[in-house]
């Protein structure tokens, strides 16, 4: 009977929850990577913001920025910011780049609404601000919840000022309503996707009239403060980047504080997974390539998404300081796609097909393609890439599972992993399972954070 029992360990492949060979120490350096995170995370609510933190701390780490023409040799620590809204990390490697770089890609955008650039009006003596919602998301999640003010107006003069209203626990936050019940008779018979329409998205600005005669003088009260703390007129919202984004804080949640909860963790958790390595790493074999890129959520389109040449741009001047050629880097470059992906959620297990699902605690899942129907705008990494992360994570005690984003012609989603596997470099998507993805407070395992951590430092340092 024992024989037999051995044969089939042998043969099946069972994966196991993570906490089952979890070591006391590794436990304790989980509980503290996962802290890190977290503070992180709850200061950083855009791109820029993400950035800027993010340069903070490799700028501790011994990175400087990158100055065209600047000497590199292994163990150099770079990094490039595309426009504050994107940020590439290097260190260099004692190959030359003509080996092939070791790159991992997440992104920083996360959903929320973004205000327009004519955002201010009053209606029935209330100020309210337009909305255009970023990236695909569920309206009715976004209303009546606290919301805060994020984001940038550039001035004329060469000036960028940085708004940040709510974040503060002494500020006031903002809100866009919903019906009450009471009255939500025909709302509620709707389709989901119908329930809250685009245009009705309007935060909730002010309420008191400014103490003259004229129109407009809620409107004009409200744009009164924002010009005594900004020192900015309503022109100045055209070239403004702001964005509403979830008040909520990170926080620990389960009653064993096992799980994270927060707004933007796709795919702020997976960027700082890959930071944290990096920041970690000294004189690597191959050069590590770090990017937090912009717009994936959009579709990775313009100057700082995925599909700009500001990557060619980057990696082309590594090249050149070694006398390398981009496209044999590219060649034999790996990449790693850090994106999230939909865990496996026992209250909707009808969209996933549980043998290939993700589940918490499980590690880092790994998809050898993502995309939508019959793989449809999909990377699909090839089999002898799977088999070499496969080595390469047992070898390293990371612990992973396999992925896929739901059943298939249940739907889909895509990352920024083919935009990488088009430009010739061998790519696979890996990433944290996440609870109610794209929501405005979306949970994850801090297991699975760990893993993807320890996932991003086995590739680099390979
Ligand atoms: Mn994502
Ligand atoms: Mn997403």
Redesign the pocket.
Known sequence: MEEKKDYRAELFYEPRNGYDTLSDAERVELEAYCEEYKRYLDGSRTERECVANAIELAERAGFAPYIPGMSLRPGSKVYYSNRGKALLLAVVGREPMSAGAVIAAA?VDSPRLDLKQLPLYEDSELAFLKTHYYGGIKKYQWTAIPLELHGVVALKSGETIEVCIGRDKADPVLYVSDLLPHLAGEQMAKKANEVIKAESMNIFAGSVPYADEGKDRVKLAVMAILNSKYGITEADFISAELAAVPAFDVRDLGLDRSLIGAYGH??RV?AFAELKAILELESPRRTAVCILADK??TGSDGVSGMKSEAFEWFMNKLCRADGSELGDCFANSVCISA??TAAFDPNYPDVSEKRNAARLNYGVGLSKFTGARGKSGTNDAPAELVAYVRELLDRSGVQWQMAELGKVDQGGGG?VAMYMGNRNIATIDA?VPVISMHAPYEVVSKYDCYMTYRCMKAVYGD
């Open positions: 992104h796709d795919d997976c994936e959520e994106d999230v990352t990433g």
